[in-house]
């Protein structure tokens, strides 16, 4: 490694020309600072400031006492991961197919003339559904946008607003997609503990005063607890983001139509940059990537320009498949099994597992439910896999894994009432069996 420069802006480039021809892999410590300095002749100033603008370019991460190291594209932990061989899959986080609309179906339905280059970014009668809906949650002015899920939709409105280094206030435990989207973005993310009711205020409090400008909330099925806010909880957060009226605020309402929870709105009207995403992956599908956003003017714009930027508008085919489904009375009829189904098949799983000693801290909505257990959740996830049952352990979810040392996490969106039971027998016997040794 041959760094050369007398500027930062010297020393900076020419590291990031190393990373570029592959001399500097992934990983490789950069010389202390002290070190570079003199062998370049410099004030140690100098190199402590390029080390610093690559840091936030994101070429290289700090390790605290382990340096300055060139940065690897962050390993990230994703939904529905492939389950081997035979075992039950209670892990993917996915819905259940039966109870997605058949898109085929209903995709000739309608008039669709391809559109060219110039058409408006969302479709008229998409649009119009949207408002509606939205118009029931939220008493400020606001537009209407789509995006390509609430993933995307996340990581372009926080892009829009944000600068790499800033800080982002997300759920603890929280989606595995929130982590990664700010890993890849280059934001810190400040954990704000959850409990059965949701973010708790003290918590988002702290980290708003240390100076986050973003947070992203899941205001009902949170995953992978399965929390929803009550009013009372959203009476707290709205007070504690009035007196933040700059943070950005997403909330991330991705289980809306088939939630048994009401939705209560957590942005205050003072907050001025905001937006509420519904996706449609959790009720239409995961493969139309598609979600609806009501945002405030100033944010739309901004998203608007990022989107038109990156993928110019979400396809009109997609978007008229969504209006149709929307719009078809069979699709409601089957949200409205959907709702029932899923909210019977998490409480069966909670009620089988409670019989059998183990506590589910809430009843939860959602495709997943949260279980504490007071063994170690990653040597229960190994045990369990070995008697058939595929489950998530809950460090993935979390910031700190020493924290919710004892969590997995169970996806209950297709378990039959004998699996539940069986399942729930099973785990039992393998808390007692790490019981006795001790993990
Ligand atoms: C909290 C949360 N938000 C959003 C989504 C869906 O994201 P997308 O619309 O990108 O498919 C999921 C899916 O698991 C989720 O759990």
Redesign the pocket.
């Known amino acids: 490694m041959r760094i050369r420069g007398t500027t930062a802006a010297e020393i900076a480039g020419s590291v990031r020309d190393q990373v570029a021809s592959g001399e500097l892999a992934p990983r490789s410590v950069l010389p202390p600072v002290r070190v570079l300095a003199a062998e370049l002749g410099v004030n140690r100033n100098t190199v402590a400031l390029a080390y610093r603008r690559l840091v936030e370019a994101g070429v290289a991460e700090t390790r605290g006492r382990g340096g300055t190291v060139i940065a690897a594209v962050p390993q990230l932990a994703r939904?529905g991961v492939g389950v081997g061989g035979d075992a039950v899959d209670l892990a993917s986080?996915n819905p259940d197919p039966e109870l997605l609309p058949d898109i085929l179906a209903v995709a000739g339905r309608g008039h669709y003339r391809q559109p060219l280059y110039g058409v408006p970014a969302v479709d008229a009668g998409l649009a119009e559904w949207a408002c509606a809906d939205f118009a029931e949650d939220i008493e400020q002015p606001f537009r209407t946008l789509v995006a390509?899920?609430?993933?995307?939709a996340t990581e372009r409105l926080l892009n829009a607003h944000l600068t790499r280094g800033d800080t982002v206030a997300i759920e603890d435990p929280c989606?595995l997609?929130?982590i990664g989207t700010l890993r890849l973005s280059g934001y810190r993310s400040a954990p704000v503990q959850v409990d059965g009711a949701g973010m708790r205020p003290d918590a988002l409090r702290a980290v708003l005063e240390d100076g986050a400008r973003a947070v992203v909330c899941?205001p009902r099925a949170?995953?992978p607890t399965g929390a929803s806010l009550t009013e009372e909880r959203v009476a707290g957060l709205r007070a504690v983001l009035a007196d933040h009226p700059q943070v950005l605020v997403i909330e991330?309402d991705?289980f809306s139509a088939v939630s048994a929870r009401p939705y209560y709105r957590i942005t205050p009207p003072t907050t001025a940059r905001w937006a509420l995403v519904r996706?449609?992956?959790?009720f239409l599908g995961?493969d139309l990537?598609l979600?609806l956003v009501a945002a405030d003017a100033e944010t739309a714009v901004r998203l608007e320009a990022r989107l038109s930027a990156g993928t110019t508008w979400v396809s009109h085919l997609l978007q008229h498949i969504v209006r149709e489904l929307l719009l078809d009375p069979g699709v409601l009829e089957l949200h409205e099994r959907a709702r029932e189904a899923y909210a019977h098949r998490s409480g069966l799983l909670v009620d089988r597992l409670h019989a059998q000693g183990i506590k589910v801290p809430y009843r939860p909505d959602g495709?997943n439910v949260w279980v504490e257990l007071d063994v170690d959740g990653r040597s229960a996830v190994e045990a369990l896999a070995q008697r058939g049952w595929a489950v998530r352990p809950g460090y993935l979810f979390v910031r700190d894994p020493s924290t919710h040392q004892g969590a997995i996490r169970v996806t209950s969106s297709t378990i039959s009432e004998p699996q539940a039971e069986a399942f729930a027998a099973e785990l039992a016997a393998v808390v007692a069996e790490l019981r006795t040794t001790g993990s």
């Open positions: 939904e986080g390509h899920g609430a993933v995307d989606f997609a929130s899941t949170h995953n991330d991705h996706s449609v992956s959790k995961p990537r979600a495709l």
